[in-house]
């Protein structure tokens, strides 16, 4: 009888303990369980101070960022006033000198005919054509050039046997540049191959 005693004692014992290893296991993963919740909120609690802590070097990233596109923008703004500074500077140039060219061809015409030797307007001829230098007024189109329809103006095409090219023969009006700009084409007589 004590071996059965001892045998139920023993199964009492094996089924206590194994009773206790299933509660033991069942309060594990009930454990487990519990902490699972606590370690995804640290780790969420981990995100939101990583966040926190690179929230402002992001925004500083994006302050920074704007203040170059701004800052290019200026330059870009800056350039292109300074260029369209140039152009409006350069058209009234051109404007006033073209204002000008009637009393230049009146002066020229004069000056031509002698009218001008010994008088005032000698001086005022050659303070306007030093004017125009200084600002890279050019006159062209001289008897026996090329005739170039883009800056010459033919208003008489005379046939000569003479030339092989269209060649100009007189120059009624002399034409003007200024830097690369035609301010006024030459007006030209011209002689064509016959």
Do not use: C, W
């Not at 194994?18 to 069942?26: E, K, L, M, Y």
């Amino acid at each position: 009888m004590s071996d059965d005693i001892r045998g139920e004692d023993s199964v009492s014992d094996e089924s206590a303990a194994t009773s206790g290893n299933s509660d033991s296991i069942h309060d594990a993963s009930q454990s487990l369980e519990s902490e699972q919740p606590d370690a995804a909120d640290a780790l969420d609690e981990e995100l939101k101070n990583l966040v926190d802590e690179t929230g402002p070097i992001s925004k500083e990233a994006e302050l920074l960022a704007d203040l170059q596109r701004l800052q290019a923008e200026f330059v870009n703004y800056k350039a292109r006033v300074e260029r369209d500074r140039d152009v409006a500077r350069n058209s009234a140039i051109a404007e006033v000198l073209r204002a000008i060219l009637p009393a230049l061809d009146d002066l020229s015409r004069a000056e031509a005919h002698g009218d001008l030797e010994g008088s005032p307007f000698a001086a005022v001829v050659g303070k306007l054509r030093n004017a125009g230098d200084k600002f890279g007024l050019k006159a062209f189109g001289e008897k026996g050039d090329k005739f170039d329809p883009e800056i010459h103006n033919a208003l008489v095409q005379t046939p000569s046997a003479e030339v092989t090219e269209n060649v100009i023969a007189d120059v009624v009006e002399p034409g003007f540049m200024l830097g690369d700009r035609l301010l006024r084409p030459a007006m030209v007589a011209v002689h064509i191959p016959a």
